[in-house]
Protein backbone atom coordinates (compact mmCIF):
# COMPACT_ATOMS: atom_id res chain seq x y z
CA UNK A 1 0.00 0.00 0.00
CA UNK A 2 1.38 3.41 -0.99
CA UNK A 3 0.61 6.41 0.74
CA UNK A 4 1.34 10.18 0.39
CA UNK A 5 2.24 12.53 3.39
CA UNK A 6 2.41 15.99 3.18
CA UNK A 7 3.49 18.45 5.54
CA UNK A 8 4.82 22.44 5.40
CA UNK A 9 1.16 24.21 5.39
CA UNK A 10 0.14 26.33 7.62
CA UNK A 11 -0.58 30.56 8.09
CA UNK A 12 1.67 33.01 6.60
CA UNK A 13 1.78 36.74 5.92
CA UNK A 14 1.62 37.86 2.11
CA UNK A 15 5.42 38.21 0.83
CA UNK A 16 6.37 35.43 3.31
CA UNK A 17 7.47 31.85 2.43
CA UNK A 18 6.49 28.27 3.14
CA UNK A 19 8.40 24.79 1.67
CA UNK A 20 5.74 21.88 1.32
CA UNK A 21 7.01 18.16 1.38
CA UNK A 22 5.04 15.19 0.61
CA UNK A 23 6.65 11.87 1.00
CA UNK A 24 5.75 8.52 -0.26
CA UNK A 25 6.40 5.28 1.29
CA UNK A 26 5.33 2.06 0.78
CA UNK A 27 6.03 -1.00 -2.12
CA UNK A 28 7.61 2.02 -4.53
CA UNK A 29 8.98 0.11 -7.24
CA UNK A 30 9.78 3.29 -9.07
CA UNK A 31 7.71 6.97 -8.94
CA UNK A 32 7.31 8.98 -12.53
CA UNK A 33 5.58 11.88 -12.41
CA UNK A 34 5.16 14.29 -9.26
CA UNK A 35 2.78 17.52 -8.73
CA UNK A 36 1.52 19.82 -6.62
CA UNK A 37 -2.45 20.39 -6.91
CA UNK A 38 -4.48 22.92 -4.99
CA UNK A 39 -7.98 23.89 -4.60
CA UNK A 40 -9.83 26.88 -2.50
CA UNK A 41 -13.06 26.47 -1.62
CA UNK A 42 -15.57 26.44 -4.60
CA UNK A 43 -12.76 26.69 -7.12
CA UNK A 44 -11.93 23.64 -9.24
CA UNK A 45 -8.45 21.47 -8.45
CA UNK A 46 -5.75 22.94 -10.38
CA UNK A 47 -2.49 22.15 -11.42
CA UNK A 48 0.19 23.91 -9.51
CA UNK A 49 3.51 22.28 -10.50
CA UNK A 50 4.85 19.34 -11.94
CA UNK A 51 7.86 17.69 -12.19
CA UNK A 52 8.90 14.54 -14.30
CA UNK A 53 11.26 11.07 -13.31
CA UNK A 54 13.93 13.21 -15.37
CA UNK A 55 13.75 16.60 -13.73
CA UNK A 56 11.54 18.68 -16.07
CA UNK A 57 9.59 20.86 -14.56
CA UNK A 58 5.88 22.87 -15.94
CA UNK A 59 4.34 25.76 -13.70
CA UNK A 60 0.96 27.32 -13.78
CA UNK A 61 1.57 30.82 -14.61
CA UNK A 62 0.32 32.07 -11.58
CA UNK A 63 3.11 31.19 -9.54
CA UNK A 64 5.70 30.77 -12.43
CA UNK A 65 9.09 32.87 -10.43
CA UNK A 66 7.42 32.37 -7.18
CA UNK A 67 7.40 28.68 -7.04
CA UNK A 68 9.57 26.01 -7.30
CA UNK A 69 9.16 22.30 -7.20
CA UNK A 70 12.15 20.07 -6.75
CA UNK A 71 12.18 16.45 -5.79
CA UNK A 72 14.91 14.30 -4.22
CA UNK A 73 14.43 10.16 -5.61
CA UNK A 74 16.65 9.06 -2.51
CA UNK A 75 13.72 10.14 -0.11
CA UNK A 76 10.65 9.83 -2.80
CA UNK A 77 9.75 13.01 -1.64
CA UNK A 78 8.50 16.28 -3.55
CA UNK A 79 9.29 19.54 -2.46
CA UNK A 80 7.36 22.84 -3.23
CA UNK A 81 8.97 26.12 -2.13
CA UNK A 82 6.73 28.88 -2.11
CA UNK A 83 7.88 32.16 -2.02
CA UNK A 84 6.19 35.98 -2.91
CA UNK A 85 3.20 34.43 -1.32
CA UNK A 86 -0.15 36.02 -1.78
CA UNK A 87 -3.88 36.01 -0.34
CA UNK A 88 -4.71 34.06 -4.07
CA UNK A 89 -2.20 31.06 -2.91
CA UNK A 90 -4.69 30.22 -0.08
CA UNK A 91 -6.04 26.70 -0.91
CA UNK A 92 -5.69 23.13 0.41
CA UNK A 93 -2.63 21.64 -1.35
CA UNK A 94 -2.33 18.14 -2.66
CA UNK A 95 0.41 16.43 -3.33
CA UNK A 96 0.16 13.50 -6.44
CA UNK A 97 2.58 10.81 -7.58
CA UNK A 98 2.20 8.45 -10.67
CA UNK A 99 3.74 5.17 -8.65
CA UNK A 100 4.29 1.94 -9.95
CA UNK A 101 4.38 -0.39 -6.98
CA UNK A 102 6.87 -3.91 -6.27
CA UNK A 103 3.80 -5.82 -8.32
CA UNK A 104 4.18 -3.27 -11.10
CA UNK A 105 1.21 -1.88 -11.23
CA UNK A 106 1.04 1.65 -11.69
CA UNK A 107 -1.52 4.48 -10.45
CA UNK A 108 -1.81 7.90 -9.34
CA UNK A 109 -1.75 8.74 -5.35
CA UNK A 110 -2.76 11.66 -3.83
CA UNK A 111 -1.51 13.23 -0.07
CA UNK A 112 -4.22 14.09 2.32
CA UNK A 113 -3.59 17.55 1.30
CA UNK A 114 -2.11 20.40 3.73
CA UNK A 115 -3.86 24.03 4.25
CA UNK A 116 -2.44 27.31 3.59
CA UNK A 117 -3.56 30.08 4.36
CA UNK A 118 -1.75 33.49 3.00
CA UNK A 119 -2.90 36.85 4.87
CA UNK A 120 -3.21 40.27 3.52
Known amino acids: QVQLVESGGGLVQAGGSLRLSCAAS????????MAWYRQAPGKQRELVAA???????NYADSVKGRFTISRDNAKNTVYLQMNTLKPEDTAVYYC??????????????WGQGTQVTVSS
Open 96 to 109: NAHIVNTWSISADY
Open 26 to 33: GSIFSINN
Open 51 to 57: ISSGGST
